[in-house]
């Protein structure tokens, strides 16, 4: 019953945007603090994102600060981040991240920033 489903990914260039989503069910999505994560080819999983429960509270990688915005929309069940001047080091899978009633994580979407 637990899902979470990133989309949004793809291939852009430097510079560019993208807006990830992430959909949830069967968790307490409006109880639940959310966060995006990515992990790059060869390397651990690295937090980028949390926004809280009520949305009111968000937090940032120093390396993304300033250029990611995470929301989310309690009606909807959805999480997103928007992406605003993309580099080539933030090509990654992205993950969503729920955290009530216990850790959920979604299948992953890849974003990937050519020069």
């Known amino acids: 019953q637990v899902q979470l489903v990133e989309s949004g990914g793809g291939l852009v260039q430097v510079g560019g945007s993208l807006r990830l989503s992430c959909g949830t069910s069967?968790?307490?999505?409006?109880?639940?603090?959310m966060s995006w994560y990515r992990q790059a080819l060869g390397k651990e999983r690295d937090w980028v994102a949390t926004?809280?429960?009520?949305?009111?509270?968000?937090t940032y990688a120093d390396s993304v600060l300033g250029r990611f915005t995470i929301s989310r929309d309690n009606r909807k069940n959805t999480v997103y981040l928007q992406m605003d001047g993309l580099r080539v080091e933030d090509t990654a899978a992205y993950y969503c991240?729920?955290?009530?009633?216990?850790?959920?994580w979604g299948q992953g979407t890849q974003v990937t920033v050519s020069s």
């Open positions: 926004i809280a429960s009520d949305g009111g509270t968000k």
């Open positions: 069967g968790i307490s999505f409006k109880q639940s603090a």
């Open positions: 991240k729920a955290y009530t009633p216990s850790d959920y």
